[in-house]
């Protein structure tokens, strides 16, 4: 089953700039894979939110929040996707979760259909102090 592993978390000022990286593994078999990939944050006792999407295709979305501020990237060939975060602030403070989204497409010899895996990962802890 293909799983994703996050890293890069940490404890910065307001200000500085971390990378969290999101490595995707495991492939049953699949030949071929699309990815469609998000981050996500989350802070105790609020609902996960949306940060940053990419594509396949390299088409990326971001949350109003995070525009201007932060960067998400892609490398194919390491099954690897970042997200660069410059300028943080103490809101930014959250557990951050890469998903591969359910529009991803992975292909056998026999067939293409949507990953079989697990397709939340632990989590990175970012904090942010003023």
């Known amino acids: 089953q293909v799983h994703v592993v996050e890293s890069g978390g940490g404890s910065v000022q307001a200000g500085g700039s971390l990378r969290l990286s999101c490595v995707v593994s495991?492939?049953?078999?699949?030949?071929?894979?699309?990815?469609?990939m998000s981050w996500y944050r989350q802070v105790p006792g609020k609902e996960r939110e949306f940060v940053s999407r990419?594509?396949?295709?390299?088409?990326?979305r971001y949350v109003d929040s995070v525009k201007g501020r932060f960067t998400i990237s892609q490398d194919n060939a390491k099954n690897t996707v970042y997200l660069q975060m410059n300028s943080l602030k103490p809101e930014d403070t959250a557990m951050y979760f890469c998903?591969?989204?359910?529009?991803?497409?992975?292909?056998?010899?026999?067939?293409?259909?949507?990953?079989?895996?697990?397709?939340w990962g632990q989590g990175t802890q970012v904090t942010v102090s003023s």
């Open positions: 495991g492939y049953p078999g699949y030949t071929n894979c699309r990815y469609d």
């Open positions: 998903k591969i989204e359910e529009s991803s497409v992975c292909c056998s010899l026999s067939s293409c259909g949507p990953p079989d895996g697990n397709y």
């Open positions: 990419i594509d396949s295709d390299g088409s990326a």
